[in-house]
C-alpha cells in the first residue's frame, strides 16, 4: 500500500500542470556546472549555477535524465555526468586512473551515438555531437573553474549558447527519449499495481533520509542470497514495474527533497505526508507536529483553530480526503519503515487534537504552549550531552508518532526517560511534565480505568500516593525557601531522586527539617499560619501508616506531575497576590 499510494502522489503530481515533477525517464538533479557551446560545438563559456557562500554553495536543480545506479564498474548517464564521463579526465595521473577515465568517456560517448544516430537532428544535440566528436578538451581545463570542478567530481550538462534551457531539456530531446523508453524484458505482473510490466532490478536510490548514506538508500532490495528465492535476481523476488518503480521513487525523493514542505523530522524518523488529492491539511501538519524553523514561533493560531474545529465537531466536508504519513530511517544500506498512517484528514485531525489536549498542563508564561513531537523527545535527553537529534534514543520518534497517529498510549520508554531525567537533573521541565500527563491520561483511557488520573492543573482532590507526596515535596521546599532566602540549592537538588523513588525513609528526613524551617520562619517574626495549614490539608491525604517504601514507576511520574503543579500554583498565587498589592 505505501509504495501504491506513492505512486498515486506521482500520478497526482503529474496532472498538475502547477507542479514542475520529471516526466517517466527523467529526474531532478543538482549541476553546478554547465559547459555553454555554440552550434559549430566550440566551448564559450563555463557557467557555475551555484548560489551561497564559501562550504554552503547549493547547486541549482535541473531536469535531466534519469541516472544510472552506479555501484561498481562503468555505467555513464545522458547528457550528463561528472569529469571523467564528460570530459575523460582522469582523478589523478596514475595509469589505472587514465585508463579508467578513458574508458569512461568511451562509454558515455557510445550511449550518447546509440540514442541519437545521424538520423536525429536537433540543434542543440548536433552542436553537441560537433563537441564530443573533436576529443580536445583543453579549452575546459583552461578555466578558472576547472580546478574546482575536477577535485570536486562535479556534475556537467551542457547548454547551447543563447538558451536557457539545457541541451537535455529541449522538447525535441524529451520526446526521443521518451519514445525510446519502451521495456526491453519479460513482461511479469507488478506486485504494486497488478498491471503487466517489466520489473526493474535495482531500484532508484531514495535520498534525503536524515542518517542514512548520502548517495541514497532503497526500501526495496535484495542484496544477499538470504534474502532470495526460487533462485530470483535482485529486484525479481519482488516484481515492481518500471512504470510504477519510476513513480513512487521520484514522488517520495520530491517529498524528501531539502525545503520539502511535506517533511518533518521526527526523532530518526524523517517523516512525509501527503493527500490523494490537494488539501490545505498538506500545509498544516507540519505546523501541528513538526518543529518550526529555527528563530521562527511555532503557530499558535492555528493549532488553536484545530482543537476548537474538533470540540464543536465542526470540520470540513472535504476532510474525508484520504491522507498518508510515513516515516523511514536508515538502517544500513537500506531505509527502514518506523511508521506508516492511511486514514483520512478529518480522522487525523481528531487524533492530533486528542494528542494536545492530553498533553495539556499548566506551564510558565515563557514556556511554549504547543510543543513539538521533536520538543518532547528533546526533553529526555541527558542535559550533559548535546541536545539534538542523534542523542534521542533510536526508535522512539517512531513509536511516538505511531502512537499519535493512532490514537494508542505513548511508549512506555517515554515515561521512563521522562522519570530518569526528572531525577537525574532534579528539573521537572514543562515538555517532562507535558510527556508524564500524557502517558499516564492515555494509559487510563486505553485500559478504561475508573480511578482518576493527573488533570492539567493542581487537583486538590487527587488521593494518589504519589501524587500527594509529590505536592507534600514542593510544600516542604517552599518552606525551605522562605526561611532561607537567596537559596542556590534546594531540598530539591539534595533530595528529590530519593523522595520520589524510597519516600518512607526520605519524608521523615524532610518532615523534620521542616519543622526546623517553620522555626526559623517564626523567629524572624513572620507568620507560618499558611504554610502551616497546607502541610495539614496534603498530609491528610498520606495513608495513617506514612509513605510507602517505593513507588512505582507510574507513581514516580504522578510524584513529579503533583511537585510540578503545586509549584505552578505557588507561583500562580504570587501573581495574584502581587496585582492585589499594587491595587
Known amino acids: 500500500m505505501i509504495l501504491r499510494a506513492l505512486a498515486d502522489y506521482y500520478e497526482r503530481m503529474r496532472s498538475d500542470p502547477n507542479c514542475d515533477v520529471a516526466p517517466p525517464g527523467f529526474e531532478k538533479k543538482a549541476i553546478p556546472f554547465l559547459l555553454v557551446i555554440n552550434q559549430q560545438g566550440q566551448l564559450t563559456n563555463i557557467r557555475d549555477t551555484r548560489t551561497g557562500e564559501g562550504k554552503k554553495k547549493t547547486a541549482r536543480e535541473f531536469m535531466v535524465p534519469q541516472g544510472e545506479k552506479k555501484t561498481s564498474g562503468i555505467k555513464p548517464n545522458l547528457l550528463w555526468d561528472n569529469s571523467q564521463y564528460v570530459l575523460g579526465s582522469p582523478k589523478s595521473d596514475s595509469e589505472k586512473d ?16 546509440e540514442t541519437f544516430d545521424e538520423s536525429f537532428q536537433d540543434e542543440g544535440i548536433n552542436a553537441l555531437r560537433g563537441f564530443l566528436s573533436k576529443g580536445n578538451f583543453s579549452p575546459v581545463f583552461d578555466y578558472e573553474l576547472w580546478p574546482e570542478i575536477k577535485n570536486s567530481n562535479a556534475n556537467l550538462s551542457f547548454l547551447l549558447e543563447g538558451e536557457s534551457r539545457l541541451i537535455a531539456q529541449r522538447k525535441s530531446v524529451i520526446e526521443h527519449i521518451t519514445e525510446r523508453m519502451k521495456p526491453i524484458g519479460k513482461l511479469q505482473a507488478c506486485a504494486v499495481t497488478g498491471k503487466k510490466d517489466v520489473p526493474v532490478l535495482l531500484h532508484t536510490a531514495i535520498k534525503g533520509v536524515w542518517g542514512a548514506q548520502s548517495s541514497g538508500a532503497n526500501i526495496v532490495s535484495f542484496n544477499l542470497e538470504a534474502f532470495r528465492s526460487f533462485g530470483k535476481k535482485q529486484g525479481l523476488n519482488a516484481p515492481v514495474g518500471q512504470h510504477t518503480e519510476f513513480a513512487y521513487t521520484t514522488a517520495l525523493n520530491m517529498l524528501l527533497a531539502k525545503g520539502s514542505r511535506q ?26 507536529l513538526g518543529e518550526p524553523p529555527k528563530g521562527k514561533n511555532p503557530d499558535y493560531g492555528r493549532i488553536r483553530s484545530l482543537l476548537k474545529a474538533v470540540k464543536t465537531g465542526v470540520l470540513p466536508k472535504e476532510d474525508d480526503m484520504p491522507f498518508y504519513v510515513l516515516g523511514l530511517a536508515p538502517n544500513a544500506s537500506r531505509i527502514a519503515i518506523r511508521f506508516w498512517y492511511e486514514g483520512n484528514v478529518r480522522d487525523l485531525k481528531q487524533k492530533i487534537a486528542q494528542h494536545f489536549e492530553d498533553i495539556e498542563i499548566v506551564c510558565a508564561p515563557h514556556d511554549r504552549k504547543f510543543l513539538s513531537l ?13 541536545r539534538k537529534a542523534d542523542n534521542i534514543p533510536p526508535n522512539l520518534g517512531g513509536q511516538l508518532a505511531r502512537a499519535v497517529l493512532a490514537g494508542t498510549p505513548y511508549p512506555r520508554t517515554l515515561l521512563s526517560g521522562a522519570v530518569r531525567r526528572c531525577k537525574a537533573e532534579q528539573k521537572i521541565t514543562h515538555a517532562r511534565a507535558a510527556i508524564i500527563k500524557g502517558f499516564l491520561v492515555r494509559e487510563a483511557r486505553f485500559r478504561k480505568s475508573t480511578k482518576k488520573e493527573v488533570q492539567m492543573a493542581l487537583d486538590k482532590t487527587n488521593t494518589n500516593i504519589g501524587y500527594v507526596l509529590g505536592r507534600l515535596f514542593s510544600v516542604f521546599e517552599r518552606i525551605q525557601e522562605q526561611a532561607q532566602t537567596g537559596l ?21 528526613r524532610l518532615h523534620e527539617l521542616a519543622i526546623h524551617h517553620l522555626a526559623k520562619i517564626r523567629n524572624s517574626g513572620q ?18 501508616e506514612g509513605p ?36
Open 98 to 113: 587514465k585508463k579508467k577515465a578513458e574508458d569512461a568517456f568511451s562509454a558515455f560517448r557510445k550511449r550518447f551515438d
Open 263 to 288: 517533511r518533518i523530522q521526527v526523532g530518526d524518523a524523517s517523516t512525509v505526508f501527503w493527500a490523494r488529492a490537494e488539501h490545505p491539511f498538506e500545509d498544516d501538519f507540519s505546523c501541528f
Open 374 to 386: 521533536f520538543r518532547l523527545l528533546l526533553s529526555i535527553v541527558p542535559e550533559k550531552s548535546d
Open 488 to 508: 542556590n540549592k534546594t531540598i530539591k537538588d539534595t533530595y528529590f531522586s530519593a523522595a520520589s523513588s524510597s519516600p518512607q525513609v526520605t519524608f521523615k
Open 527 to 544: 507568620s507560618t499560619i499558611w504554610l502551616e495549614k497546607l502541610i495539614q490539608e496534603v498530609m491528610d491525604k498520606v495513608p495513617a
Open 548 to 583: 510507602p517504601t517505593t513507588l512505582a514507576l507510574e507513581d514516580q511520574g504522578r510524584f513529579a506531575i503533583g511537585y510540578y503543579h503545586q509549584r505552578q500554583d505557588f507561583f500562580t498565587k504570587k501573581e495574584k497576590d502581587t496585582k492585589g498589592d499594587n491595587i
